[in-house]
C-alpha cells in the first residue's frame, strides 16, 4: 500500500528534512509521489508516477526550502488504478461552494458500492479518488439543503459519519485539507504515527526519525487539526480493519497484473 504525511502547524516552518526521509521510503513504494503545500491562497502541488527516489523534478523541489503551515505527501504502491499521473496523490476537487478539498490515502476500498457510480466521472481510475468525489458530493448536498456555506463543526461532523461508513471491511487512512481544517483517520494497528513538537503536528505512516514522542494515531476516529493543534475529535467507531488472507489475495492479483505475470 501507500506512505502518507502531513505536517500541521500554527506557522510557516521549513520541513526538507522530514520529507526527504519520508521520500527515501520510495523503494518500497515506487509507483509515484506527490507533495502538496496547501497556502492560504493557493494549493501548490507536484506529482508524477516515478519512484521518488528517481525523480529529477522532486530533487530540484527539495533542494530549496519548503516552507508550509499545512503539507503533505505521498508515496504510492498501487493497489488499485495504473501507474500514471492522474492516479498519484493528493487529489484535488472544488466543490459547489468554490472551496478546494485536498485527499490523500493509504488504503483499500474492498467493499463499497456507492463508489462505484465515480468511475466515469474521475480523472483516473482510483478507488482514493472516488473517495474524494464522494465526500465533494455530501459536502455539496448538506449545503444545498441547508441554503448556506456549511461551518468547520458541520464539515467535521458530516465527514465524521462519511469515513465511519467508510471505514467498514476498508482500509482508511486518510488525510483531508479543506482550505481551514485538516482530517486525520486511520482504522489499522500500527499503520498511522503522529509527533507532537514546538514546531507543530508531524503525521507520517511510520516515524521519520527516532525522537521517542511518536506515538501511534488513535484508531478508528477522526480528528480535526488547525495549527498545529487537535480541534475536534470524534466519538471511536467498531471499524477496525485486520487484513486478512482474502484481502492480501486480492492485492497479489493486481500488484501481479502490473507486473505482466
Keep these: 500500500m501507500c ?7 500554527n506557522k510557516p516552518k521549513q520541513i526538507n528534512e522530514c520529507l ?33 527516489t528517481c525523480s529529477q523534478h522532486l530533487k530540484n523541489i527539495l533542494s530549496n526550502p519548503i516552507v508550509g503551515k499545512n503539507v503533505f505527501a505521498h508515496i504510492r504502491l498501487a493497489t488499485v488504478g495504473e501507474i500514471i499521473s492522474p492516479n498519484c496523490h493528493p487529489f484535488i476537487l472544488m466543490d459547489d461552494n468554490s472551496r478546494s478539498w485536498m485527499l490523500i490515502h493509504n488504503g483499500t476500498i474492498f467493499d463499497y458500492p456507492g463508489l462505484d457510480k465515480y468511475k466515469e466521472n474521475e480523472s483516473g481510475d482510483t478507488d482514493s479518488e472516488r473517495i474524494l468525489l464522494y465526500i465533494v458530493d455530501k459536502v455539496n448536498e448538506f449545503e444545498k439543503a441547508k441554503g448556506s456555506l456549511s461551518t468547520i463543526k458541520e464539515r467535521f461532523n458530516l465527514l465524521t459519519g462519511i469515513v465511519e461508513d467508510l471505514s467498514k471491511n476498508n482500509k482508511l487512512n486518510l488525510m483531508i485539507y479543506d482550505g481551514d481544517l485538516t482530517y ?18 508531524l503525521v507520517a505512516t511510520t516515524p521519520l526519525d527516532d525522537d521517542e514522542g511518536w506515538k501511534q494515531v488513535e484508531l478508528n476516529k477522526l480528528f480535526g487539526l488547525i495549527d498545529g493543534n487537535i480541534i475536534f475529535e470524534s466519538e471511536e467507531h467498531d471499524n477496525e480493519f485486520i487484513l486478512t488472507e482474502e484481502h492480501e489475495k486480492i492485492l497479489d492479483e493486481f500488484v501481479n497484473s502490473l507486473n505482466g505475470d
Design 3 to 9: 506512505e502518507i504525511f502531513c505536517f500541521n502547524s
Design 20 to 52: 526527504e526521509c519520508f521520500y527515501n521510503h520510495s523503494e518500497e513504494h515506487p509507483h509515484g509521489w506527490g507533495l502538496a503545500n496547501m497556502q492560504s491562497d493557493e494549493f501548490v502541488i507536484d506529482k508524477e508516477p516515478i519512484k521518488a
Design 184 to 201: 486525520i483517520h486511520s482504522n489499522m494497528r500500527e499503520s498511522l504515527y503522529y509527533l507532537k513538537n514546538d514546531d507543530g503536528f
